[in-house]
């Protein structure tokens, strides 16, 4: 009996050696396969021009264009309702996976006077997590910063799921597919007549209240932006995408905030272009025909605005940008010239 014994412990010894060296290497395969694999042939694909922001750069930038009008490589890595801490990560994550010689920066005030996200929705979810460029960023983004409900907690796997070979390949490396909004920018085929619902809109717009612990909050954390590429030798440009006539002439806060923003570029002595205080908006975006609501462009007009921002200040040297004489002075001066002083009431 013992003999027999002997005989079943000298065969299932070696019997679990196999299954223990067969797991390993399944895991390790699974580990190159899902996070290894995935990460190096994304680093092959390289992007010199990366887009950090708001929805409102999601559809108001169009990469395609960009690329088109200047020959770079750009990537939109806007996200839409994520707190501006959430950009940070997302800026440390894609400086670790690109060598970007431009960052473009999105400063619109809407963003930055939002509370941090209340609430999830799993539809946003689809263009915000495939597009975190690192384990540690899409780990940060979904359990710290996105403040993902417990019922929809599943996400958190489906950010791990997006670091396999099918998502990063798709993503990432050039094969977008039907991930193609998800990796370049939104198309926002919607219009809205913004005069329509003029009076509700200046209604909400004239109430907006200036929010002291969200501006304080984001804007502090536009600043952990700039810090940290204040350590590379990237051009930052910091940009704000064109909203509506309406909005910005109803909108008591946008002044301070434009203050603020511009004090800031020149601590920093990085380019700042305010878009809504360029002098050539009123040819280019009406408030009947170029929006989706009174502060996101649609999607002929993100092309519009897109083909500008290319041929006047991504496709030139800062030293040779020389738009900066075409905005107004502030908004004060952008409203003595705004169609809502002149239009008859």
């Not at 070979?165 to 990796?183: F, K, P, R, T, V």
């Not at 004239?206 to 952990?224: G, P, T, V």
Request: aromatic share 14%; glycine share 4%; net charge negative.
């Amino acid at each position: 009996m013992n003999e027999e014994k002997q005989t079943e412990k000298r065969i299932s010894d070696p019997l679990k050696a196999v299954i223990a060296v067969a797991l390993f290497f399944v895991c390790a395969a699974v580990f190159i396969g899902i996070i290894i694999l995935p990460f190096e042939r994304v680093k092959m694909k390289d992007y010199d021009t990366l887009i950090i922001g708001s929805s409102e750069t999601k559809w108001g930038m169009n990469a395609a264009v960009l690329k088109e009008n200047t020959g770079c490589s750009v990537i939109n890595l806007s996200s839409g309702p994520a707190a501006i801490p959430g950009r940070y990560e997302l800026l440390k994550g894609a400086l670790r996976r690109y060598h970007p010689d431009t960052v473009v920066l999105d400063v619109c005030y809407d963003s930055f006077n939002a509370m941090q996200l209340p609430t999830w929705s799993s539809n946003n979810s689809i263009w915000i997590i495939p597009r975190m460029v690192s384990a540690e960023s899409a780990w940060v983004y979904t359990t710290q910063l996105a403040r993902i409900p417990w019922y929809d907690f599943g996400m958190i796997w489906g950010a791990a799921a997006d670091l396999s070979y099918d998502a990063w390949n798709h993503i990432l490396h050039g094969n977008y597919g039907i991930y193609q909004e998800m990796a370049y920018s939104g198309y926002a085929e919607k219009t809205t007549d913004l005069f329509a619902d003029e009076e509700e809109i200046s209604l909400r717009t004239r109430k907006a209240i200036y929010f002291e612990d969200r501006m304080s909050y984001n804007q502090a954390a536009l600043r952990d932006m700039l810090d940290l590429l204040s350590e590379t030798d990237v051009r930052v440009i910091m940009t704000t995408v064109p909203s509506s006539e309406m909005f910005s002439w109803y909108n008591p806060g946008v002044d301070r905030f434009w203050e603020e923003i511009t004090q800031m570029a020149e601590e920093y002595d990085v380019e700042y272009y305010d878009f809504n205080l360029y002098k050539g908006n009123a040819d280019l975006f009406d408030d009947r025909t170029s929006f989706r609501d009174e502060t996101h462009l649609n999607g002929e007009s993100a092309k519009v605005f897109s083909e500008l921002f290319a041929r006047e200040v991504l496709g030139k040297n800062r030293e040779e940008v020389s738009i900066k004489d075409r905005f107004y002075t502030d908004y004060a001066d952008y409203r003595n010239h705004s169609v809502y002083s002149i239009r008859p009431r």
